[in-house]
T-cell receptor
Framework: EDQVTQSPEALRLQEGESSSLNCSYT??????LFWYRQDPGKGPEFLFT???AGEEKEKERLKATLTKKESFLHITAPKPEDSATYLC????????????FGAGTRLAVHP | GAVVSQHPSWVICKSGTSVKIECRSL??????MFWYRQFPKQSLMLMAT?????????EQGVEKDKFLINHASLTLSTLTVTSAHPEDSSFYIC?????????????FGPGTRLTVL
């Protein structure tokens, strides 16, 4: 069964304190791994799609990496506006485009 | 690019009434649209997948007669909650994938908060 586990469940950082969020997955034939950001009361905002091990993508203070078993979302010098829930999801080869979501990591960045 | 809108953003209705939620892809054509619901502090739960011009595919445990989905065009899908009850109160979110694109990336709408009194 396809499964996604995110850790930690919650993370509190000081502004400027870099850290990483983890997304471990088991899936039959990975078609894609996705990172989203969700603010309270809003729909998820697309961040990255990763397709194969070794792939990396960057956007401003965020960098996503992928191995055969997990993905990391690195946050460099975070700002309070980076506070949100970060969701990881995968689509497997038998998934018919269905996203399998992790429970998310709630990030709070304090000034 | 890849903007998805939902209308309304919030709705309050009386128990027993029906509510329609619209999901539109504003700047792209979407072959497939998805409907999710999300309870407080939980992740998204897929309700159904709809393809333009065909019947929606519902996830196990989702009542298709209660949650009617219509995907009439490549830019519009609607979710109708029929005979709504308080337990249907939730945050409903739609998403869409690009038509003809290789990527399975789903772009999400802003969500609709439904409260049934």
């Amino acid at each position: 069964e396809d499964q996604v586990t995110q850790s930690p469940e919650a993370l509190r950082l000081q502004e400027g304190e870099s850290s990483s969020l983890n997304c471990s997955y088991t899936v039959s034939g990975l078609r894609g791994l996705f990172w989203y950001r969700q603010d309270p009361g809003k729909g998820p905002e697309f961040l990255f799609t990763l397709y194969s091990a070794g792939e990396e993508k960057e956007k401003e203070r965020l960098k996503a990496t992928l191995t055969k078993k997990e993905s990391f979302l690195h946050i460099t010098a975070p700002k309070p506006e980076d506070s949100a829930t970060y969701l990881c999801a995968v689509v497997g080869s038998g998934g018919y485009n269905k996203l399998i979501f992790g429970a998310g990591t709630r990030l709070a960045v304090h000034p | 690019g890849a903007v998805v809108s939902q209308h309304p953003s919030w709705v309050i209705c009386k128990s027993g009434t029906s509510v329609k939620i619209e999901c539109r892809s504003l700047d792209f054509q979407a072959t497939t649209m998805f409907w999710y619901r999300q309870f407080p502090k939980q992740s998204l739960m897929l309700m159904a997948t709809s393809n333009e011009g065909s019947k929606a595919t519902y996830e196990q445990g989702v009542e298709k007669d209660k949650f009617l989905i219509n995907h009439a065009s490549l830019t519009l899908s609607t979710l109708t909650v029929t005979s709504a009850h308080p337990e249907d109160s939730s945050f409903y979110i739609c998403s869409a994938t690009l038509a003809g694109g290789y990527t399975d990336t789903q772009y999400f709408g802003p969500g609709t908060r439904l409260t049934v009194l």
